[in-house]
C-alpha cells in the first residue's frame, strides 16, 4: 500500500528557512499536499502541487518535488513563532476521487 | 461557526463501553471520512464515505463502525472501546471538485 514517510522533529532559528521532507511510495500519486496543524486545531491545507510538476512558490513557501525520487518538501523562508506547529505531507492518486495518505509529521520548532 | 463540527471535543469513557463520536458538516461536500491521530504515526484513515449510500473501510477500521446519516452527518463509533483506541479522531471532508480536504478540530478520546 501507499506509504508517505517525514522526519519526526525539526528545531529551527527563528529568521532562518525551514525545510521539511517527505518521501512516498505511490508512483501514481496525482496530487502531493502540505497540511499545517496547529495545537488543539484540526488540520489545515498549506499549499498542494499537481505531479507534473516540479516547483511551487507561494509567498513564503516553496514546495520542490522530485518525482522521480518520490521525494517532497517544503520550505519556509523567514520561519516566524507563528509557523510552530505539526506539517503533514499527504498523498492522492485520483483527483476528486481519493483517499488522502498522510506522513507521520513533523513538529517544527522555533528557536527564539 | 465552524464548516465541520465534530462532537464530543473530548470523552473520557471505560473499556467496553459503546460511544460514537459525531460530525456535521455545512460544506455541502459530499465524501466524509474518519482518521485517527496517534503520536508518531500520523493520520490513518479509520472508514470513508464518498455519498450518502457508501461506506468503505480504511486501513484501520476494526473495531470501529460508520453511519452516513444525511449528506452533512457521519458518525463514528466504538462498539466495545479498549484502551489502545484512545487518541485524537479527525472527521474530514471534501469535495469531487476541488483538492482541499476539510478537517474538524477533532475529538480527544480516552479509553480507560
Known amino acids: 500500500g501507499e506509504d508517505v514517510e517525514q522526519s519526526l522533529f525539526l528545531s529551527v532559528r527563528e529568521g532562518d528557512s525551514s525545510v521539511i521532507n517527505c518521501t512516498y511510495t505511490?508512483?501514481?500519486?496525482?496530487?502531493l499536499y502540505w497540511y499545517k496543524q496547529e495545537p488543539g486545531a484540526g488540520l489545515q491545507l498549506l499549499t498542494y502541487i499537481f505531479s507534473n510538476m516540479d516547483m511551487k512558490q507561494d509567498q513564503r513557501l516553496t514546495v520542490l518535488l522530485n518525482k522521480k525520487d518520490k521525494h517532497l518538501s517544503l520550505r519556509i523562508a523567514d520561519t516566524q513563532t507563528g509557523d510552530s506547529a505539526i506539517y503533514f505531507c499527504?498523498?492522492?492518486?485520483?483527483?476528486?476521487?481519493?483517499?488522502?495518505?498522510f506522513g507521520t509529521g513533523t513538529r517544527l520548532t522555533i528557536i527564539p | 461557526d465552524a464548516d465541520v463540527t465534530q462532537t464530543p471535543r473530548n470523552r473520557i469513557t471505560k473499556t467496553g463501553k459503546r460511544i460514537m463520536l459525531e460530525c456535521s458538516q455545512t460544506k455541502g461536500h459530499d465524501r466524509m471520512y474518519w482518521y485517527r491521530q496517534d503520536p508518531g504515526l500520523g493520520l490513518r484513515l479509520i472508514y470513508y464515505s464518498f455519498d450518502v449510500k457508501d461506506i468503505n473501510k480504511g486501513e484501520i477500521s476494526d473495531g470501529y463502525s460508520v453511519s452516513r446519516q444525511a449528506q452533512a452527518k457521519f458518525s463514528l463509533s466504538l462498539e466495545s472501546a479498549i484502551p489502545n483506541q484512545t487518541a485524537l479522531y479527525f472527521c474530514?471532508?471534501?469535495?469531487?471538485?476541488?483538492?482541499?480536504?476539510?478537517f474538524g478540530q477533532g475529538t480527544r478520546l480516552t479509553v480507560v
Open positions: 499527504a498523498e492522492g492518486n485520483n483527483f476528486g476521487n481519493e483517499k488522502l495518505t
Open positions: 505511490d508512483s501514481s500519486s496525482t496530487y
Open positions: 474530514a471532508t471534501s469535495d469531487r471538485r476541488v483538492t482541499e480536504a476539510f
